[in-house]
Structure formats: structure tokens, C-alpha cells
């Protein structure tokens, strides 16, 4: 157990429709980062977020946003979903900014009908 | 673009012998470099980890060897137990002060160990 965790454990839903997936930090860890894992794309980051504030964006598209809030808990939301949308979407959790041991959750899987 | 391929995509090994498993990285900026192993169903769990000031790093059955000049890195297991069965990521990222990127993973490695 990484200490991570992530809400809801599976989602399924249609497509043009929008869902918010939640993340918890380990105790202590100040930087959220959300990967989603597909089989043709493999894990891909998305974004970073450092004590409330974005602090780095990989792939993420614009349907796409994140949040983290004061109690450093984070939310990602995907919105206007296609089918392509459908995978596995992780958080992790570091420390901070200097160190860069990531810990990850158990995921969330996301299904798009 | 690729920035981390990772080879072999599947491996078989027999129980007690060595698992290989090698990446190799274009961008000359990264300077961490951990590997994850993922059970079917978990996220991915870190396994190991190196910095490029150092050219190996073991952890028990696990080593790292890294080779700068040829930026490849790899991960070696001994002893391999069938309880290894997983699929293995490389990934590379930078750490710095003014914000630490996210991780670039390889591909992949599904290995078994054959008991």
C-alpha cells in the first residue's frame, strides 16, 4: 500500500459526458501527479501540481483539467469524453519538488461507452 | 518521439537465474532514472531508482547499471522468483528546484519466471 489513495475505483459512463476523478496524497507529500495508462499510448504523464499550484503539463489535452486543493487532495476532470478516453488514470505523490520519488495509487479505471 | 524506449516487450526466464531487462533515453537533460513494477490490476510500485552521478545502485536482488556516455541504463534481477512476474517500467525525468517534471516511461517489460 503506497499510502495513495484514489476515488472511484472503476467509472463507466457515455461518451459527451464529464467525470472527476479524486486523488489523495501520502501524508506529507506537497506534489500531485496524474498519468493516465492506456495500451497503445503505454503510462503517460499529464500534469503536476506542487502545493496547490500547476507546476508542470505533459499530454494532457484540453478536456482536460486538474486541481489540487488546501488540503492538497487533487481532482482530475475529464469532460466532453470520447471513446478513446477509456483507461487506467493514476495519481502519484512526491515529497516535493526536489525529489522526485513518486508513489502511486491504485488507480481508477475508466470505461467510455 | 519516443524519448525512452525500453526492450525487450516480453521475457522468460527460469526460476533462479538472471532477468535483463535494458532502456535507453534521447534527452540528455533527465537525471533520474527509477524503474516500477506493476501487478496486473495495482499501480505502479518503485522499485529502484538512480541518479546519473553514479554508474550502479543495488537494492537486495535488484541492481541498476547506468551508462552515461551511451545513455542507456538497465535493471538487473537475481535470483529471479516466479513472485517477480510483473511488468517492469523504466522512466526518466528531471529534478530540479524550479519544478520536477513528470516521469517518461518505456513501454514496458512483461517477465515471468518459469518456476
Known amino acids: 500500500d503506497s499510502g495513495v489513495t484514489q476515488t472511484p475505483k472503476h467509472l463507466i459512463t457515455a461518451t459527451g459526458q464529464r467525470v472527476t476523478l479524486r486523488c489523495s496524497p501520502r501524508s506529507g507529500d506537497l506534489s500531485v501527479y496524474w498519468y493516465q495508462q492506456s495500451l497503445d499510448q503505454g503510462l503517460q504523464f499529464l500534469i503536476q501540481y506542487y502545493n496547490g499550484e500547476e507546476r508542470a503539463k505533459g499530454n494532457i489535452l484540453e478536456r482536460f483539467s486538474a486541481q489540487q486543493f488546501p488540503d492538497l487532495h487533487s481532482e482530475l476532470n475529464l469532460s466532453s469524453l470520447e471513446l478513446g478516453d477509456s483507461a487506467l488514470y493514476f495519481c502519484a505523490s512526491s515529497e516535493g519538488l526536489a525529489n522526485n520519488e513518486q508513489f502511486f495509487g491504485p488507480g481508477t479505471r475508466l470505461t467510455v461507452l | 518521439q519516443q524519448q525512452v524506449k525500453q526492450s525487450p516487450q516480453s521475457l522468460i526466464v527460469q526460476k533462479g537465474g538472471i532477468s535483463i531487462i535494458n532502456c535507453a533515453y534521447e534527452?540528455?537533460?533527465?537525471?533520474?532514472f527509477p524503474w516500477y513494477q506493476q501487478f496486473p490490476g495495482k499501480g505502479p510500485a518503485l522499485l529502484i531508482a538512480i541518479r546519473p552521478d553514479v554508474s550502479e545502485k543495488k537494492e537486495g536482488r535488484f541492481t541498476i547499471s547506468f551508462n552515461k556516455s551511451a545513455k542507456q541504463f538497465s535493471l538487473h534481477i537475481m535470483d529471479s522468483q516466479p513472485g517477480d512476474s510483473a511488468t517492469y517500467f523504466c522512466a526518466a525525468s528531471r529534478v530540479n528546484r524550479g519544478g520536477a517534471d513528470g516521469l517518461t516511461f518505456g513501454k514496458g517489460t512483461h517477465l515471468i519466471i518459469q518456476p
Open positions: 534527452n540528455t537533460a533527465f537525471d533520474y
